[in-house]
């Protein structure tokens, strides 16, 4: 008896239970992304209107990237709906790139000598630079007029992409002065040190066209002196430029800036303008108190373009290759980003979808920590749970996201017209909660529709499994997710 043939009599198309993972699976994209939700979806999402910060600690494989596909979805149709008060979504769920710098930029021997060192404003870099990579590829592409911005509010653009534009498509410096130009901020001939530097030249080379004594050898050296003269200022600011720069790619350890780039484009800024900017320098030696000023800058940008908030989805930091899924370099890794100052920060709001095995450390740490995290004012969510009804209405609603258009035999499919009448409700939906996730009930249901289909011929199909091979099944399974459980097995 072939699978699709025990599916199709209930008129389902494709195997609603093939995929394990939310960032492949088919069937949650097209049929599920905007009908399931997880109970506790409102305390996690909040109002886009007011970005919150929420904390869920969940299992392998218990919903946590759907949770954040779904989060994306919504705040998508949010942003439609309301124009002037769009929120910007930041998905920092990619760490491996800012490991890989940090660790180049600290010379750090292995992973855990670096994450020692690892800090909040490292996780403030990281997040700024896809914030503003996205803010300028939107730019870009929607090609926004920023001359009705304020000429405070495009110098505020200017650096922050000077600083955090990450872009990988083109040439960076290449990319900023588009955008540059596209602002009208400073045109070509308002630079003052170029002003000096090509008019004493001009003012020199027409000397020398107007006067023939002045070409002698005598005269020439001090007119080339007086052209080295015009430029001398346009000279100094280009290496106070240089060591700045290099200064800010000392500091930004989690980005790969190239201080070259970087030097020409702080050239366009006025040293008053600079001077009291709050730029990131790792001489000053500070704990990255400027990361939040420019936070600000970057909100206060982003409100005239017409957005209200910013929230960050934070997933998938049991994932780079640096961390191994090693609880201790999860924990190195996620702890700064527990910051009150930072969670609490107005107008973001960040959404930490953090593995189950961080939960553990967290209730162990001291008072200290619970004063500078402040957990009790996250919303979290410990752990994300799922209940034998709750795992059974969800295995229905893929199965009716599966079904054809026209109407199956048995009516409208559900899961309790696959199992055999003699495994009771309680008994199924009991037997459906110790399987904890998604995941795991996927995995089993697509065991036990196959070891089904293989004890059926399909000249004599059975349309329900019965209670035999459902425990046999089930017992397996059982004993698979406690191996994996203890680290044994895959899962």
Request: with cysteine; hydrophobic share 40%; charged share 30%.
């Amino acid at each position: 008896m072939k699978t699709d043939q025990f599916l199709k009599h209930y008129g389902i198309t494709g195997n609603p239970f093939s995929e394990e993972d939310a960032q492949t699976d088919t069937v949650f994209k097209s049929g599920c992304l905007w009908t399931i939700h997880h109970p506790a979806w409102d305390k996690f999402f909040g109002s886009p209107a007011e970005p919150s910060t929420a904390l869920v600690f969940g299992e392998k494989g218990s919903g946590k990237t759907a949770m954040r596909l779904q989060a994306i979805a919504e705040l998508e149709t949010f942003n439609k709906e309301h124009p002037d008060s769009r929120v910007l979504v930041i998905s920092y769920d990619e760490f491996n790139p800012f490991l890989d710098h940090f660790r180049t930029a600290i010379r750090a021997k292995d992973t855990a000598s670096a994450l020692t060192r690892w800090k909040l404003h490292d996780h403030m870099d990281a997040i700024l630079s896809l914030g503003v990579t996205q803010l300028v590829d939107r730019l870009t592409e929607e090609r926004t007029d920023l001359t009705r911005l304020s000429l405070d509010r495009r110098r505020d653009l200017l650096l922050l992409a000077a600083l955090y534009d990450s872009s990988t498509g083109e040439p960076i410096d290449r990319r900023w002065d588009r955008l540059r130009r596209r602002s009208g901020f400073r045109p070509l001939w308002s630079r003052r040190d170029l002003q000096i530097g090509i008019g004493v030249t001009v003012i020199v080379a027409l000397m020398l066209v107007a006067f023939d004594a002045l070409r002698s050898w005598s005269i020439t050296p001090w007119l080339v002196g007086l052209v080295a003269l015009g430029w001398l200022y346009w000279g100094w600011r280009l290496l106070q430029a240089e060591f700045r720069a290099r200064d800010i790619r000392k500091a930004l350890r989690v980005l790969s800036r190239d201080p070259s780039a970087l030097r020409w484009e702080l050239l366009w800024f006025r040293p008053t303008e600079l001077a009291g900017q709050p730029m990131p320098t790792a001489s000053k030696g500070g704990v990255g108190e400027e990361r939040f000023e420019l936070l600000r800058k970057f909100q206060s940008v982003l409100k005239d373009l017409g957005y209200g908030g910013i929230i960050v989805l934070v997933d998938r930091v049991d994932e780079p290759q640096a961390i191994e899924g090693d609880p201790r370099k999860m924990r190195a890794l996620v702890w700064p980003l527990l910051d009150h100052k930072f969670l609490r920060h107005p107008g973001i709001g960040l959404k930490l979808l953090l593995p189950i095995e961080l939960a553990y450390y967290l209730d162990k740490m001291d008072k200290e920590f619970y004063d500078r995290a402040r957990p009790d004012k996250l919303n979290m969510i410990k752990p994300l749970r799922w209940t034998g009804p709750s795992l059974y209405d969800l295995a229905t609603d893929r199965l009716r996201a599966c079904a054809t258009d026209g109407q199956p035999s048995n009516g409208s499919p559900r899961l309790r017209q696959f199992i055999d009448e003699s495994v009771a409700d309680d008994a199924l939906k009991d037997a459906l909660g110790h399987l904890r996730t998604p995941r795991q009930l996927f995995k089993f249901l697509h065991r036990l529709i196959e070891e089904h289909c293989h004890r059926h011929t399909e000249d004599n199909p059975r349309w329900s499994v019965d209670q035999d091979t459902f425990r046999s099944v089930y017992s397996d399974h059982m004993r698979s997710i406690d191996a994996f459980d203890r680290g044994y097995g895959h899962g």
